[in-house]
């Protein structure tokens, strides 16, 4: 019987008369080496979310159940070796040399981190379209601002006969508005005036344009007969509590600020890997492609504002869980709280978080 | 010493045929596949591996440094084989043969240098892993000689060219550092690294 072969072509010539060939023998063999490659690869891939709590490379569904990843893990790689030599006699004869393992490994190892990302997006999406039911602020007595630059929504607790304390919310300008946020709701029933800001379109996101957006804001909030301009906070998410921070450095009228995982830092726009403990990859994708984000936390310097803000009062939370940022580098610095079990995705929407943002601008403001 | 060689090889290989276990354990380890792939996992496993950005930099260089010690001791592997052809030790022996009969030049090991380079290169960033990774490197040359295709001087060659190359390449490839961290730095970008 003729055997049948797959080359590659002749490649180079590494020597007169010495070809170096691909040959991969037979395509059965190639075809389930191919099979056992991508299926231990995946099974790999389990093993590392188990491990590291990888929420965008778990095909289980959650990351915190580690002993089922690494259930997951063992099952597929055991099972693919014991089909592999049960239905391989090729095994025993004449195979595959290193460079066609090379290939199909490397090949089958592309393929199964393309799957395991894109099935892990899609498990991710399902579950996170389950959980998440946004929380409505028609209850909430709000009205749509529009003045000169500013855009965003006033939301104004049930009883304004005296002057209240404001806040002015930032969020990420990824996230183009606050409304509605639950740290907005709880703040609003603890009895404050919250200004929220909307970004817009990411793309109109500019530096130093965006510097404008804060002293705007407290500027409309002292023409409102229920704000009293002596109480004027700033709360800032993400990059918009970088702004917050840079803001309140040079507008003396700004007399408390709290960010909630502020970047401070260039480096820390570039998480790598840590990224996927909290998000998938294809969130992570569109998450990165804010291209900005870099050039503004850089630009916005809030590190350096911070001594600009003398001895008023500033409170950055971060979580412990905060897989983008790592906490513990701000942590010498000082007036800084760490939550516990808290993500960077998380922080702003726990509720834990809005209670300790409403309780340390009642004590702050 | 080719006498040595010959006695060695024979008390190892001597054993073969005896125990049903081991010859299954050994024709497990000794096929192209099975070891390999092991290994390759552990590699993808560790790429992974690291608490903070640092320490996982510091594995994946000594992945990407694991593969170029790998490239470079089968390039004088290939070179070797061009300048000294040895002949297996069922061509000119009998011997207890547990696997097929392969047609390439027996000196230096095949399996040995792969497996040697990469373990080698892996222990001088990371002693424990490195460590496990030495003793599939050495069962899976082991089992070349108990299944009759390898003389254990052609194992020791295999390791001693394996070792050589990833020291050179861990120890002296300073230059090829910018390579490894674009590729370290694009992992990243892409949230993988």
């Known amino acids: 019987m003729q055997e049948t072969r797959i080359c590659l072509s002749v490649a180079y010539p590494l020597h007169q008369g010495v070809h170096y060939v691909l040959n991969f023998i037979s395509p059965h063999l190639a ?14 891939l389990q093993f590392v979310a188990a491990r590291h709590r990888l929420a965008g490379l778990t095909l289980i569904g959650s990351a915190s159940k580690p002993t089922w990843g690494y259930l997951l893990a063992t099952l597929l790689i055991m099972l693919a070796f014991v089909w592999f030599f049960a239905v391989t006699p090729e095994v025993f004869e004449p195979g595959l040399a290193g460079s066609e393992l090379a290939v199909l490994f490397g090949i089958a190892g592309l393929c199964a981190l393309a799957f395991t990302l894109l099935a892990s997006s899609i498990l991710h999406r399902v579950q996170h379209r389950e959980k998440s039911a946004p929380r409505s602020d028609s209850r909430l007595r709000h009205e749509a601002v529009s003045w000169q630059e500013l855009r965003g929504t006033l939301y104004l607790p049930e009883d304004t006969n005296e002057p209240r304390p404001a806040i002015c919310a930032l969020p990420a300008p ?54 009293n301009p002596e109480r004027i906070g700033a709360l800032g998410i993400d990059l918009g509590g970088d702004l917050a921070i840079r803001s309140a450095g040079t507008d003396q009228q700004i007399a408390a600020v709290l960010a909630l995982a502020p970047f401070l830092s260039q480096a820390n726009t570039q998480p790598g890997l840590s990224i996927l403990k909290e998000m998938s990859y294809l969130e992570a994708l569109r998450w990165a492609s804010f291209r900005k984000r870099g050039k503004l936390v850089a630009e916005l310097a809030a590190l350096d504002s911070i001594s600009k803000l003398g001895s008023r009062p500033l409170l950055l939370i971060y979580g412990d869980q905060d897989s983008i940022i790592p906490a513990e580098e701000e942590m010498a610095r000082g007036r800084l709280k760490s939550l516990p079990g808290e993500g960077h995705l998380s922080l702003p929407g726990s509720p834990a978080t809005s209670a300790l943002v409403a309780r340390w601008f009642k004590e702050n403001l | 010493m080719m006498a040595l060689d010959l006695q060695l090889f024979r008390l190892i290989n001597n054993l073969a045929g005896r125990n049903a276990f081991l010859d299954s354990l050994a024709r497990l380890l000794v096929n192209e596949y099975f070891l390999t792939t092991t290994m390759a996992l552990i590699l993808v496993i560790f790429w992974f591996e690291g608490q903070d950005r640092d320490q996982r930099e510091r594995n994946q260089r000594a992945i990407l440094r694991a593969l170029v010690a790998l490239l470079l ?77 390898h003389y254990p001087l052609d194992v020791i060659a295999g390791a001693l060219l394996g070792a050589l190359s990833a020291y050179l390449v861990v120890r002296k490839g300073g230059f090829i550092d910018p390579l490894i961290s674009l590729i370290i730095r694009t992992g990243r970008r892409l949230y993988l690294a």
């Open chain 1, 31 to 44: 075809i389930n080496y191919f099979l056992l490659a991508f299926i231990t690869i995946v099974g790999a």
């Open chain 2, 73 to 149: 001791a089968n390039i004088i592997l290939k070179l070797c084989n061009l300048i000294y052809f040895r002949p297996r030790p069922f061509v000119d022996h009998e011997v207890n043969l547990l696997f097929y009969h392969p047609t390439d030049s027996s000196f230096p090991s095949n399996p040995a240098t792969v497996g040697f380079s990469v373990a080698t290169a892996i222990w001088l960033y990371n002693r424990r892993l490195g460590a496990s990774l030495l003793v599939l490197a050495t069962l899976f040359s082991l089992s070349r000689i108990y299944c009759g295709v």
């Open chain 1, 174 to 227: 990824s996230e183009e508005t606050l409304s509605p946020h639950p740290v907005v709701a709880d703040l609003v029933d603890e009895g404050f005036i919250v200004l929220t800001i909307d970004w817009g379109p990411e793309k109109e996101v500019r530096y130093p344009a965006m510097l404008a957006s804060l002293p705007s804001a407290v500027a409309y909030l002292t023409r409102r007969d229920e704000v």
